[in-house]
Protein backbone atom coordinates (compact mmCIF):
# COMPACT_ATOMS: atom_id res chain seq x y z
CA UNK A 1 0.00 0.00 0.00
CA UNK A 2 3.01 2.43 0.63
CA UNK A 3 4.30 1.70 -2.75
CA UNK A 4 1.25 2.63 -4.48
CA UNK A 5 1.01 6.22 -2.18
CA UNK A 6 4.57 7.09 -3.03
CA UNK A 7 4.00 5.59 -6.89
CA UNK A 8 0.65 8.30 -7.03
CA UNK A 9 2.46 11.41 -4.85
CA UNK A 10 5.27 10.86 -7.60
CA UNK A 11 2.78 11.24 -10.68
CA UNK A 12 1.11 14.21 -9.29
CA UNK A 13 4.78 15.47 -8.54
CA UNK A 14 5.50 14.89 -12.13
CA UNK A 15 2.52 16.63 -13.84
CA UNK A 16 2.56 19.67 -11.12
CA UNK A 17 6.42 19.85 -12.21
CA UNK A 18 5.81 19.65 -16.29
CA UNK A 19 2.90 22.28 -15.45
CA UNK A 20 5.48 24.89 -14.04
CA UNK A 21 8.16 23.78 -16.95
CA UNK A 22 5.31 24.38 -19.64
CA UNK A 23 5.13 27.77 -18.27
CA UNK A 24 7.69 29.17 -19.81
CA UNK A 25 9.37 29.14 -23.52
CA UNK A 26 11.74 27.28 -23.07
CA UNK A 27 9.56 24.73 -21.57
CA UNK A 28 7.42 24.75 -24.54
CA UNK A 29 10.33 24.06 -26.54
CA UNK A 30 11.36 21.39 -24.87
CA UNK A 31 8.12 19.65 -24.73
CA UNK A 32 7.19 20.60 -28.34
CA UNK A 33 10.79 18.53 -29.31
CA UNK A 34 10.20 15.58 -27.03
CA UNK A 35 6.31 15.32 -29.01
CA UNK A 36 8.27 15.44 -31.94
CA UNK A 37 10.68 12.49 -31.38
CA UNK A 38 7.63 10.23 -29.98
CA UNK A 39 5.56 11.32 -33.00
CA UNK A 40 8.75 10.07 -35.40
CA UNK A 41 9.11 7.08 -32.91
CA UNK A 42 5.92 6.21 -33.04
CA UNK A 43 5.78 6.32 -36.96
CA UNK A 44 8.33 4.54 -37.30
CA UNK A 45 7.37 1.65 -35.29
CA UNK A 46 3.74 1.62 -37.04
CA UNK A 47 5.52 1.79 -40.42
CA UNK A 48 7.77 -1.03 -39.50
CA UNK A 49 5.07 -3.27 -38.62
CA UNK A 50 3.44 -2.73 -41.57
CA UNK A 51 6.42 -3.20 -43.93
CA UNK A 52 6.58 -6.43 -42.16
CA UNK A 53 2.60 -7.43 -41.87
CA UNK A 54 2.92 -6.88 -46.31
CA UNK A 55 6.04 -9.03 -46.37
CA UNK A 56 4.33 -11.60 -44.35
CA UNK A 57 1.15 -11.70 -46.54
CA UNK A 58 2.95 -11.70 -49.63
CA UNK A 59 4.88 -14.64 -48.55
CA UNK A 60 1.66 -16.49 -47.53
CA UNK A 61 -0.10 -15.82 -50.36
CA UNK A 62 3.19 -16.75 -53.02
CA UNK A 63 2.77 -20.25 -50.49
CA UNK A 64 -0.51 -20.44 -51.43
CA UNK A 65 -0.69 -20.14 -54.75
CA UNK A 66 2.31 -22.84 -55.12
CA UNK A 67 0.35 -24.95 -53.52
CA UNK A 68 -2.75 -24.26 -55.93
CA UNK A 69 -0.03 -25.00 -58.83
CA UNK A 70 0.53 -28.43 -57.14
CA UNK A 71 -2.93 -29.45 -57.37
CA UNK A 72 -3.54 -28.58 -60.51
CA UNK A 73 -1.01 -30.62 -61.67
Do not use: C
Request: aromatic share 12%.
Amino acid sequence: MRKLVLFVFGVATGFVAAHFVNQNPSGRRFFERLNRGITELSTAFSSGYEAAEREQFDEDLERTLRGLDRKDS
